[in-house]
Nanobody
């Protein structure tokens, strides 16, 4: 079984910062891609930032400069540093990973349970 466990969400004032973490655990042979998505009330889930299969990063254009994704490969963990937060960043943030559980497996997509980020004064 594979689990993606997010942490670090919460309530923050506009202009503040938060750091999210997502650790992948369980039977994992290889991670192809890993990153963050978010879903605000009444909106579709959207990409925030992710490491692609080639190891490069992909950001939502509107978030470049404020959000930074990083990772610790040894821990199968990705982080999302969010600075200068705005009320419109309020959403549930989901961790996503595309990975193989065994050498003979196909790549499959996994999601975390989500962590709430609320930006409000």
């Amino acid at each position: 079984q594979v689990q993606l466990v997010e942490s670090g969400g919460g309530l923050v004032q506009p202009g503040g910062s938060l750091r999210l973490s997502c650790a992948a655990s369980g039977s994992i042979f290889r991670i192809n891609a890993m990153g963050w998505y978010r879903q605000a009330p009444g909106k579709q889930r959207e990409l925030v930032a992710a490491f692609t299969s080639g190891g490069s990063t992909n950001y939502a254009d509107s978030l470049k400069g404020r959000f930074t994704i990083s990772r610790d490969n040894a821990k199968n963990t990705v982080y999302l540093q969010m600075n200068s937060l705005k009320p419109e960043d309020t959403a549930v943030y989901y961790c996503n990973a595309v990975l193989m559980r065994t050498r003979n497996d196909n790549y499959k997509t996994y999601w975390g349970q989500g962590t709430q980020v609320t930006v409000s004064s």
